[in-house]
């Protein structure tokens, strides 16, 4: 299976702008049209979901897939992103045809077939690797994303060569599919791939460590957070596997697309700017204020956040910090949504500081555009952040973090000391311990840089400078895809 311009399947629950609840939507977006600038045939997989489907109503049938174990038969259709990257919508009305989202119901609970609709695709995709793919094409490598594909290279492992090479990409090592072991037969999957050294996780069928054990390779999204998740801080009990694998193991860091988020471009802010200019933020702040019924206060640093609203990003952090800092003059606006305890606890502190907090409860893309563009400083008090993509817009935007030194956050973020704002590297600011203390001095620190405003200046500009482009982490990936490509062939 050896080319001199691999073919890559890149398989993946969620695509933007098709389908996304994070950033893996808009990571299966970019990279593949990266790839396809660096020579590399990549195709997307995903499901069919109802707004997959509509999209592309009267797509070409490219191929079906027979049914096998309690799988249903499949078709795959022929369709493409906005980027001119070929795309293959696995529909199977059984599996994904239902109202809701890709993964729960409308009252947020998990579809109790979900090892079913994600072993079918797991399945696909590497059906697709192999020399029985349906298709008058075949992957040279399947590059699986996330636990929704993570028993592709199990499948793989049990299918007779010649067959693709699999690369696996945490995204998140925080979900882990795990499923009743009696999911192994329904599958497909010999009974012998349930064992430690396989499938089994506590006595469950865990897709997240299929993938972790059988992929030729694995990538997780920054290099801090391949270090990290080796540890059993960081490691959701994968921590064992990942450090015995450690050497087939390459940290990659995220890219953005930069032609959506530009703010010289940006069609979804009040004002465009760039470094030259970045007085139009105000226009930008003004229209943020006006449309979240905030006060209209020019001088009032403008702390934002776009987020789910969960324990990871350490939303309750904020709600903690908040009323001790309204003493200053600031104003916080918040956008997302997630777990209930912390949507109630960010909502009841809008409810008792109208004027100066704002939370909207919901997905709101104009929103998240104006919030960069018209904040002062963005807030990303994770836990722990793979990668992590809104930093990056932020600094784009001219909008200094504040952020937790973990994960994609410690790779992509400068922090501001006497030494990196002399060097013109500092970007934003970074906090070590995740704890309420910690964040509220850090954002006191972001604020005393703000009151400086020939520092303040110098900081949005490197940030503005940075490449946070796909080309960079595009060519690692391609180096991966080579390596395996020529282990097949040697
Ligand atoms: P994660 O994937 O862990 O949720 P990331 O920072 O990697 O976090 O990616 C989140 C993506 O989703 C970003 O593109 C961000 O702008 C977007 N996003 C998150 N919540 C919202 C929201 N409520 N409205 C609009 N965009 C959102």
């Keep these: 299976m050896k080319s001199p311009r691999p073919r890559v399947l890149f398989a993946t629950p969620e695509c933007a702008p098709f389908v996304k609840t994070g950033g893996l939507g808009d990571v299966s977006a970019a990279l593949p049209a990266a790839l396809h600038e660096l020579d590399v045939e990549a195709r997307v997989l995903l499901p069919g979901y109802p707004g997959v489907l509509a999209a592309f109503r009267g797509a070409r049938e490219l191929a079906t897939v027979a049914q096998a174990a309690s799988v249903p038969a499949c078709r795959l259709l022929e369709a493409s992103l906005p980027s001119g990257v070929p795309l293959i919508v696995a529909d199977c009305p059984t599996l994904y045809a239902r109202d809701g989202g890709p993964y729960q119901d409308a009252g947020g609970?998990?579809?109790?077939?979900?090892?079913?609709?994600?072993?079918?695709?797991?399945?696909?995709?590497?059906?697709?690797?192999?020399?029985?793919?349906?298709?008058?094409?075949?992957?040279?490598?399947?590059h699986c994303n996330d636990w929704q594909t993570g028993l592709a290279p199990a499948c793989l492992h049990y299918t007779p060569p010649p067959r693709a090479r699999s690369v696996m990409t945490v995204h998140n090592l925080a979900f882990h599919g795990s499923f009743d072991p009696r999911l192994v037969a329904e599958l497909g999957l010999p009974p012998?791939?349930?064992?430690?050294?396989?499938?089994?996780?506590h006595g469950r069928m865990s897709f997240l460590k299929a993938g972790l054990h059988y992929a030729d390779a694995l990538t997780t999204v920054s290099p801090t957070y391949a270090r990290e998740i080796q540890t059993p801080e960081h490691g959701a009990g994968m921590d064992g596997l990942l450090r015995k694998r450690r050497a087939d193991l390459t940290g990659i860091r995220n890219g953005i697309d930069t032609t959506y988020w530009n703010p010289a471009t940006d069609a979804l802010i009040e004002s465009r700017y760039g470094p030259e200019n970045l007085g139009a933020k105000r226009?930008?702040?003004?229209?943020?204020?006006r449309r979240l019924g905030l006060d209209e206060k020019p001088e009032a640093p403008f702390l934002g956040m776009v987020s789910r609203f969960t324990h990871q990003k350490g939303t309750d952090l904020v709600a903690d910090v908040l009323p001790g800092l309204l003493g200053l003059p600031l104003q916080f606006a918040a956008l997302g949504s997630g777990e209930r305890e912390h949507e109630h606890a960010l909502r009841s502190l809008a409810d008792r500081h109208p004027g100066r907090i704002s939370v909207t409860l919901g997905f709101d893309e104009t929103l998240a555009h104006l919030i960069e563009a018209g904040a002062d400083l963005f807030l990303m008090p994770s836990?722990?952040?793979?990668?992590?993509?809104?930093?990056?817009?932020?600094?784009?935007?001219g909008t200094p973090p504040v952020a937790r030194a973990t994960g994609g956050l410690a790779d992509t973020i400068v922090d501001t000391t006497t030494q990196s704002l002399a060097d013109g590297t500092a970007t934003g600011f970074l906090f070590g311990e995740a704890s309420a203390p910690a964040l509220a001095a850090a954002i006191r620190r972001a604020l005393d840089a703000w009151r400086d405003p020939v520092a303040w200046r110098a900081l949005q500009r490197n940030g503005m400078a940075r490449d946070f482009g796909w080309m960079e982490p595009a060519r690692r990936y391609v180096e991966v895809y080579r390596r395996l490509v020529a282990a097949a062939g040697s």
């Design 109 to 142: 609970h998990d579809w109790p077939d979900n090892g079913h609709r994600f072993g079918a695709l797991s399945r696909i995709a590497a059906l697709l690797g192999s020399a029985a793919s349906p298709m008058e094409w075949h992957a040279d490598i399947v």
């Design 383 to 397: 836990r722990f952040e793979p990668c992590g993509l809104n930093q990056m817009y932020s600094q784009r935007y």
């Design 192 to 201: 012998e791939s349930y064992a430690m050294e396989g499938l089994e996780f």
């Design 283 to 289: 226009a930008n702040k003004r229209a943020l204020q």
